[in-house]
């Protein structure tokens, strides 16, 4: 198969020449990123940090005068989509590549 040129060539290339099926690993995906935001979120970094936003903020300001932070709230930890993923995949291997491995 040739090298794909977009992303419905690169899922139907994926499944034809290395048997993935990208609605199986999308669930894999989603599972797997989700647990480690939920574990993230729950680690001694993570706690201490948002705890402290404030001094963390308030120490970047006194030696570079501009603020870290926006607000004081916890940040909100954002989970990159399968679909973003899937893209970001196409983007660093067909069309990035110099070759790709086929079956011949």
Do not use: C
């Not at 603020?67 to 983007?91: A, C, G, H, M, Q």
């Not at 590549?97 to 086929?102: G, V």
Request: aromatic letters at 16%; hydrophobic letters at 35%.
């Amino acid at each position: 198969m040739e090298k794909p040129q977009n992303i419905d060539d690169y899922v139907k290339w994926l499944k034809e020449e290395h048997g993935v099926e990208t609605n199986k690993e999308q669930a894999h995906y989603e599972t797997v990123t989700t647990t480690i935001k939920q574990d993230f979120e729950k680690s001694d970094f993570w706690v201490e940090f948002v705890g402290n936003i404030k001094e963390y903020n308030d120490s970047y300001l006194m030696k570079f005068k501009y603020p870290l932070f926006v607000s004081f709230e916890k940040p909100e930890l954002k989970i990159k989509t399968f679909e973003s993923f899937l893209l970001k995949t196409f983007r660093k291997n067909p069309l990035n590549s110099l070759m790709l491995y086929s079956k011949e």
